[in-house]
């Protein structure tokens, strides 16, 4: 199995900055395996919903239109570690922000196509 690990959330007033880190362990033939990444995430009294999403390998990027030119996916394949930049943050980007892992590489922005999940990290923007 795949185990990820998120961190890096925390409180910050609006146009403030934080950068979430996800930690993938595990099999190595699995983690190695690993076709893309996402971040998700979901706020109170909401469905979850993409943030993200880049693959291991050729590090191709995707964004949900909310987030474009303010968050930034990257990874790092020799730490096996997935990065969530995120700059100018608003009141509106308040919830639990989830690391996800898909076996497959997906252009998938489904929550249920991801075969791994982390235990999510708090982000709270203030205004």
């Known amino acids: 199995q795949v185990q990820l690990v998120e961190s890096g959330g925390g409180l910050v007033q609006a146009g403030g900055s934080l950068r979430l880190s996800c930690a993938a362990s595990?099999?190595?033939?699995?983690?190695?395996?690993?076709?893309?990444m996402g971040w998700f995430r979901q706020a109170p009294g909401k469905e979850r919903e993409f943030v993200a999403r880049?693959?291991?390998?050729?590090?191709?990027?995707y964004y949900a239109d909310s987030v474009k030119g303010r968050f930034t996916i990257s990874r790092d394949n020799a730490k096996k570690m997935v990065y969530l930049q995120m700059n100018n943050l608003k009141p509106e980007d308040t919830a639990v922000y989830y690391c996800a892992g898909s076996r497959y590489i997906t252009t998938s922005i489904t929550p249920g196509q991801y075969d791994y999940w982390g235990q999510g990290t708090q982000v709270t923007v203030s205004s």
């Open positions: 880049i693959s291991w390998i050729g590090g191709t990027t």
């Open positions: 595990g099999r190595s033939d699995r983690t190695a395996a690993m076709g893309s």
